[in-house]
């Protein structure tokens, strides 16, 4: 089983800039994706950015330009770079990871707020 902790997060004025990191530990074969995901109460959780095994990242259509995925194999930590942060950005941030021991697993962060102030 993987654990994922997170930090970062926190408030920022409009236009600011904050950073989200997450460390996973625990006993796994292969990692693969590793991302974050963001919920605003009552509506659905909705993927922000991801980066496969290979580094190859992918995003949401509303943080494109403004926001930056980068992972770190060597120590299983994924961090997202958010710029230009808008009050719609304000939410909860999960980080996710998928991994392999005898199969496939997601795993979850327990979240992290980030909230904009306008």
């Known amino acids: 089983q993987v654990q994922l902790v997170e930090s970062g997060g926190g408030s920022v004025q409009s236009g600011g800039s904050l950073r989200l990191s997450c460390a996973a530990s625990?006993?796994?074969?292969?990692?693969?994706?590793m991302g974050w995901n963001r919920q605003v109460p009552g509506k659905e959780r909705e993927l922000v950015a991801g980066?496969?095994?290979?580094?190859?990242?992918y995003y949401g259509d509303s943080v494109k330009g403004r926001f930056t995925i980068s992972r770190d194999n060597a120590k299983d930590t994924v961090t997202l770079q958010m710029n230009s942060l808008e009050p719609e950005d304000t939410a909860v941030y999960y980080c996710?990871?998928?991994?392999?021991?005898?199969?496939?697993?997601?795993?979850w962060g327990q979240g992290t707020q980030v909230t904009v102030l306008s």
């Open positions: 625990g006993r796994f074969f292969k990692m693969y994706d």
């Open positions: 996710k990871v998928r991994y392999f021991t005898t199969r496939g697993y997601d795993s």
């Open positions: 980066t496969t095994n290979d580094g190859t990242a």
